[in-house]
């Protein structure tokens, strides 16, 4: 398992990005917690593609509740990545499978 982030520095609700690199592949990922709940997407935008972070390399969270695209706003919520708004049309942001243990959320090899 390869180590993402402790818990503790992932904003309560809130979103960062990591890089990981996977299997010789350099992998962006945007790391959400509401409460308890930890789930882990790809950065990529399903609308066109591009990260969903700032040019200053922070997400936007709004109303605690969504993950908005800084290219062209979609919205997306921030537990399960299901679109709610804007030009992603219905595709949420794809999910990847991560574990937290121990205070330490980790990417499974």
Not at 40 to 48: E, I, L, T, V, Y
Not at 59 to 65: D, G
Request: hydrophobic share 40%.
């Amino acid at each position: 398992m390869t180590p993402l982030a402790r818990l503790d520095a992932l904003p309560d609700p809130g979103a960062i990005v990591v890089e990981v690199e996977q299997d010789g592949a350099r992998l962006s990922l945007i790391l959400t917690r509401s409460g308890d709940r930890v789930s882990a997407f790809r950065n990529k935008c399903p609308h066109a593609g591009y990260p969903l972070q700032r040019a200053d390399g922070r997400l936007v969270v709004q109303e605690s509740r969504y993950l908005v695209c800084a290219a062209h706003g979609a919205s997306f919520t921030l537990t399960d990545g299901a679109c709610a708004g804007g030009p992603c049309n219905g595709d949420p942001l794809e999910r990847v499978f991560v574990d937290v243990r121990e205070g330490v959320v980790l990417l499974p090899r």
